[in-house]
């Protein structure tokens, strides 16, 4: 697709030009969020509902988990949904743009450079998954009993709420432009369920010492370091978590490598 590719390059648009076109078209998918509203919640929200509700209601209620084990739960299943939802949501988009609607030949017009396009399509990305993740709290303290979040983390936590879903959409950027569209089903059912549940949300990483090959395999998922860090300031002194100065470079390795990975594919894409 040369022509809009080479459109683009060509005009060399200053870089005020480009990030006020950055921020516009930023503001155009935020808009459009906002005028589907209710499918967004509903996309976002029923999975961990259920999830904060049958582990930590049901199975604490009777009796078939510790009371405090709610306490462990929530931060990990807000780490889940900002990171996922982050993931779903730039991939499939993806996934429209290049193969159905075409859309993307529209913004490779617009003036910016192709990489701020795919660049766009993550932060936005990460936007849906930043609201889902703050959704889960207020959820999760009414369904859930024991919960207390010390004012003085919640700095912290918003910090990793914002890396978890930007790491997050840099993978789902990456699965998006290197997965072929008629693969894309096969692709999550194959990535999305062991990230799931690889990512220490249901449990503490360090709670898998009886287990080590399976604590490994969590350790190499970069969902663990997002769980563990918000245990890590939600939890200090109760339970044993990866510190943050091993969380945050992890966090931010993964989002530098897969973001890289994600726009070397988009600009393949995009310049095919």
């Known amino acids: 697709m040369t022509g809009p590719a080479a459109t683009v390059e060509l005009p060399h648009a200053s870089p005020a030009t480009a990030a006020r076109t950055f921020f516009a078209v930023l503001w155009r998918d935020v808009f459009v969020t906002g005028r589907e509203l209710?499918?967004?919640?509903?996309?976002?929200?029923?999975?961990?509902?259920?999830?904060?509700?049958?582990?930590?209601?049901?199975?604490?209620?009777?009796?078939?988990?510790?009371?405090?084990?709610?306490?462990?739960?929530?931060?990990?299943?807000?780490?889940?949904?900002?990171?996922?939802?982050?993931?779903q949501n730039t991939t499939m988009p993806l996934i429209l743009d290049f193969s159905w609607t075409r859309e993307i030949e529209d913004r490779l017009l617009a003036p910016m450079p192709i990489p701020?396009?795919?660049?766009?399509?993550?932060?936005?990305?990460?936007?849906?998954?930043?609201?889902?993740?703050?959704?889960?709290?207020?959820?999760?303290?009414l369904i859930l009993?024991?919960?207390?979040?010390?004012?003085?983390?919640?700095?912290?936590v918003l910090g990793l709420i914002v890396l978890g879903s930007l790491a997050?959409?840099?993978?789902?950027?990456?699965?998006?432009?290197?997965?072929?569209?008629?693969?894309?089903?096969?692709m999550f059912a194959v990535v999305l369920m062991p990230l799931m549940f690889t990512g220490s949300t249901q449990f503490p990483w360090f709670g898998l010492t009886n287990l080590r090959w399976f604590q490994v395999i969590c350790a190499l998922n970069p969902l663990t370091y997002v769980s563990e860090g918000m245990r890590s300031l939600l939890l200090a002194g109760q339970i044993r978590?990866?510190?943050?100065?091993?969380?945050?470079?992890?966090?931010?390795?993964?989002?530098?490598?897969?973001l890289a990975i994600g726009v070397k594919g988009f600009l393949h894409r995009a310049l095919d």
């Open 145 to 156: 009993s024991g919960i207390h979040w010390p004012a003085s983390a919640w700095p912290g």
């Open 241 to 258: 978590s990866i510190p943050l100065w091993i969380d945050i470079p992890v966090i931010v390795l993964a989002l530098a490598v897969f």
């Open 168 to 186: 997050g959409a840099s993978i789902g950027m990456t699965i998006g432009t290197l997965v072929q569209p008629r693969r894309i089903q096969i």
């Open 38 to 87: 209710l499918p967004f919640l509903a996309q976002v929200v029923v999975q961990p509902f259920f999830m904060l509700f049958i582990f930590g209601k049901v199975l604490t209620g009777i009796g078939y988990v510790q009371g405090n084990f709610a306490q462990i739960l929530l931060p990990g299943m807000v780490a889940l949904t900002g990171f996922l939802t982050g993931l």
């Open 116 to 141: 701020l396009v795919a660049l766009e399509k993550v932060v936005f990305g990460a936007l849906r998954g930043i609201v889902a993740a703050l959704l889960i709290v207020p959820i999760g303290y």
